[in-house]
């Protein structure tokens, strides 16, 4: 399995559409950051973590399942990178793959050392962008399948002459 280990606020410094978010609420960064990369799990399958540093949200270690991805904000005196490296080491084994999305070059270097790959934060802006066309155009295909009735029926009708079509009883 792919896993991918995220350094949240890098990508939300990076990406446009996230930073602009911060600028009015840094929650609604975080979780439109959520919502991109709960898509890019369900398409690629891949086992996604977002590390937050605790020093932008204070309080205790937390760790949330949101969107079946994982959301963990580090303890107060712990940044995200010492938290990514951490995971990179526990979670590299000869069956999973583990990815780094983050724009820092020193945490590439170190992540990269510890058996890692990377993924820019841009490059991960591309593909979740492309992944968001592909996901818009295979829904109007599936839109475009379906059969439109030109006389309005009732939903009942409908379902029952569905089962006919289906071969159903």
């Known amino acids: 399995m792919n896993i991918l280990l995220v350094d949240g606020y890098n990508i939300i410094g990076d990406w446009v559409e996230l930073r602009e978010l911060k600028k009015d609420k840094l929650a609604s960064a975080r979780d439109r950051l959520i919502d991109r990369m709960a898509e890019y799990r369900g398409y690629k399958g891949w086992r996604v973590i977002i590390v937050f540093d605790a020093h932008l949200v204070p309080g205790i270690e937390a760790r949330n399942l949101t969107s079946d991805v994982e959301v963990i904000f580090t303890k107060e005196s712990e940044t995200a990178d010492e938290r990514i490296e951490k995971l990179a ?12 999305a983050t724009s820092d070059s020193t945490e590439q270097w170190v992540i990269f050392a510890k058996g890692a790959l990377r993924i820019s934060a841009r ?47």
Not at 139 to 144: A, N
Not at 152 to 159: D, F, K, R, S
Request: glycine residues 2%; proline residues 2%.
């Open 89 to 100: 080491v526990s979670l590299n084994n000869r069956r999973d793959q583990v990815y780094v």
């Open 123 to 169: 490059e991960l802006e591309i593909e979740v962008a492309e992944i968001q066309k592909r996901i818009s155009e295979k829904v109007k295909e599936i839109q475009r399948q379906q059969a439109i009735s030109k006389i309005a029926l009732p939903t009942e009708i409908a379902e029952i002459f569905e089962k006919w079509r289906r071969g159903m009883k």
